[in-house]
């Protein structure tokens, strides 16, 4: 018996070991032809390279938030800040990044500006598609407990699976290496240029589909979002960082839809604001919302800006940032 043991050993060792070294080389390529191509990396590679060379790791403004930042803040015309945005950012993976901007990189911040839209906490952004899914990514700053504590279905071993080897399951990505897709233009201070021309789209379906996607079948205050929401603003108050929300441009046609549908404003703002009140004594608001009414060629779509729109939306955010005083409790 031992030595048919042995035999079969033998037999299925080298075996192991070329499925180990395929595995080792499918990952590496994973990691450096594919995964450093998709936005969420690029942009933690940028923003690496660009704290490596600010002076003294200093900046005056850091902007958080989903792709509403990432497509309207253009540092270009805010000096000394980042743009550290990201498509369909959550609450969650904002605290994870300033934690890690202040404790890890050892920027130092005197400002945050946080995104507080209508869809800021839906549920949307909080699903199984967006709750650490860039786990490879965010458990180099997350430990592992700590992203089980979000999502605590998922076993320790799967989730260290999933952050170490992210090649497991991805197979069809590998048809970036043939079809090599167009990807958006992020720029070394954070922005990502949006060139579309929402006035030469169908305007009605596009704010029904972003409707749909964000608010049907979908919980207007995600809990585990508004968690970390208290979180992130904690954080910043413990390191004297000052906080600023911004709520960013709307085209009427999406604001006329969520109206239409009853996704109110007012109660929304009065729940945040009754909750922050407890943490903050101090912080601005600035209310753009409604900015850009009728002017459709500043959108590439129902709710985000172009580059021509985060221009004149970039440099209106700084003249105020200079002119309006922190005032208490708005």
Same mark, same amino acid.
């Given at each position: 018996?031992k030595e048919?043991i042995k035999?079969f050993?033998k037999k299925?060792?080298?075996l ?5 070294i ?6 590496f390529?994973y #990691?450096?032809l594919?995964?450093k191509?998709?936005?969420? !990396?690029?942009k933690e590679i940028?923003y690496?390279d !660009?704290i490596?060379?600010?002076? *003294?790791k200093?900046?005056? !403004? #850091?902007f958080f938030?989903?792709?509403h930042?990432?497509h309207a803040?253009n540092p270009e015309f805010? $000096?000394?800040?980042?743009?550290y945005?990201t498509g369909?950012?959550?609450?969650i ?5 300033l934690?890690?901007?202040i404790?890890? +990189? ?7 500006v946080l995104?507080? *839209?209508?869809?800021t906490?839906s549920?949307?952004l909080?699903?199984e ?5 860039e786990i490879?990514l965010y458990?180099?700053?997350?430990s ?12 320790l ?5 999933e ?8 197979g069809?990505?590998?048809? #970036?290496?043939?079809n090599r897709p167009?990807f958006n233009e992020?720029? $070394?201070?954070?922005w990502l240029?949006?060139k ?6 169908d305007?009605?379906?596009g704010?029904?589909n972003?409707y749909?996607s964000l !608010?049907?079948n ?6 585990i979002s508004?968690e970390y929401?208290?979180?992130?603003i904690e954080?910043?108050k ?7 929300f #911004?709520?960013?441009p709307?085209?009427?046609e =999406? *604001? +006329?839809?969520i109206?239409k549908?009853n996704?109110?404003?007012n ?18 608001v600035l209310?753009y ?5 009728d002017? *459709? %060629?500043l959108?590439g779509? $129902?709710e985000?800006?172009?580059y ?8 209106r955010? =700084?003249n105020?940032l200079k002119r309006?005083? %922190?005032?208490?409790k708005?």
């Open positions: 018996m048919e035999k050993a299925i060792l080298p192991l070991v070329i499925l180990l395929l595995g080792i080389t499918i990952n390529l #990691i450096n594919i995964l191509e998709k936005t969420f !990396y690029r940028i690496q !660009y490596s060379n600010i002076t *003294d200093k900046l005056d !403004y #850091i938030g989903d792709s930042t990432f803040i805010i $000096p000394n800040s980042y743009n945005g369909a950012e959550n609450y993976k904002t605290f994870y990044k934690r890690k901007v404790y890890k +990189d050892h920027v130092k911040v005197k400002t945050i995104e507080l *839209d209508p869809h906490f549920s949307r909080t699903d598609t967006n709750l650490f899914s490879e458990s180099q700053f997350a592992l407990e700590e992203i089980k504590k979000v999502r605590e279905n998922d076993l071993l799967s989730l260290w699976l952050s170490r080897v992210p090649f497991i399951g991805k069809k990505e590998f048809g #970036i290496l043939i167009e992020v720029y $070394p201070n954070g240029k949006n579309a021309n929402f006035s030469l789209a305007k009605e379906k704010a029904i972003n749909e !608010y049907v979908q919980e207007r205050i995600s809990n508004f929401f208290i979180k992130t954080l910043a413990q390191n004297n960082i000052s906080i600023v #911004i709520k960013y709307h085209t009427k =999406y *604001d +006329d839809i109206t549908h996704v109110t404003r109660d929304y703002y009065n729940y945040i604001f009754n909750i922050v009140n407890k943490t903050l004594d101090v912080y601005t209310d919302y409604s900015l850009f009414p002017k *459709d %060629y959108f779509d $129902p985000h800006v172009n021509i729109g985060s221009e004149i939306l970039s440099k955010i =700084y105020d309006f005083n %922190y005032y208490k708005s």
